[in-house]
């Protein structure tokens, strides 16, 4: 059990609908990540939050936003979904997250099936 | 630009014999590299990393991985498997101008009794 929760486990929705992932990071730990993992595209990097605050930004899409709370809990929010959404979103954290690298430990994922 | 290539994506092998994950990166500048590890239906596990120093790595599970700069590789290898390794394995660079981690496509070892 590496400390990251994410809820709910899986999620089936319709095209064209929205949805919201969550994610609780590991105790004292301020950076979360967000990546998708697919069959076609592999584990991309999608966004990180750093104590309420964006730091970085990979492939996500438009469609796609998140933010961090101030309990720093994290929530990926896609809208507009579209069968090609259909993937596993993890969500990992660590202490900082800043350019030297600390461990990033992962939660057990979010799969979303798009119909 | 970061990129990772592992080689082979299935790696079949019998228990109790050695395996040798592959994996190759390009960067333009120095990186750190890391293994993950993800068991069915579970999340990734950090196996090890290389940050700087010694270019041998350990690793949890028995698992150690050499940095070679010149070849720009950083290999993962077990002496002996269990049936308990099988898994999907993945190579992971963060150069030092990036926060984020660019993956792998993955390797998956499956250990054959």
């Known amino acids: 059990d590496s400390g990251v929760t994410q809820t709910p486990k899986h999620l089936i929705t319709a095209t064209g609908q929205r949805v919201t992932l969550r994610c609780s990071p590991r105790s004292g730990d301020l950076s979360v990540y967000w990546y998708q993992q697919s069959l076609d595209q592999g584990l991309q990097f999608l966004i990180q939050?750093?104590?309420?605050?964006?730091?970085a930004k990979g492939n996500i899409l438009e469609r796609f936003s998140a933010q961090q709370f101030p309990d720093l809990h994290s929530e990926l929010n896609l809208s507009s979904l579209e069968l090609g959404d259909s993937a596993l979103y993890f969500c990992a954290s660590s202490v900082v997250g800043g350019v030297v690298p600390d461990t990033q430990y992962f939660g057990p994922g979010t799969r979303l099936t798009v119909l | 630009a970061q990129s990772v290539t592992q080689l082979d994506s299935q790696v079949p092998v019998f228990e109790e014999a050695p395996v040798e994950l592959r994996c190759n990166y390009s960067s333009s500048v120095s990186v750190y590299l890391f293994w993950y590890v993800q068991y069915p239906n579970q999340g990734l596990q950090l196996l090890l990393k290389y940050l700087s120093g010694s270019t041998l790595v350990k690793g949890i599970n028995g698992f150690e991985a050499e940095f070679n700069k010149s070849q720009t590789s950083f290999h993962l290898r077990k002496p002996s498997v269990h049936i308990s390794d099988t898994a999907e394995y993945f190579c992971?660079?963060?150069?030092?101008?990036?926060?984020?981690?660019?993956f792998g496509s993955g390797t998956r070892l499956q250990v054959q009794p």
């Open positions: 992971a660079v963060k150069d030092t101008g990036r926060r984020a981690l660019t």
């Open positions: 939050y750093y104590n309420g605050e964006e730091r």
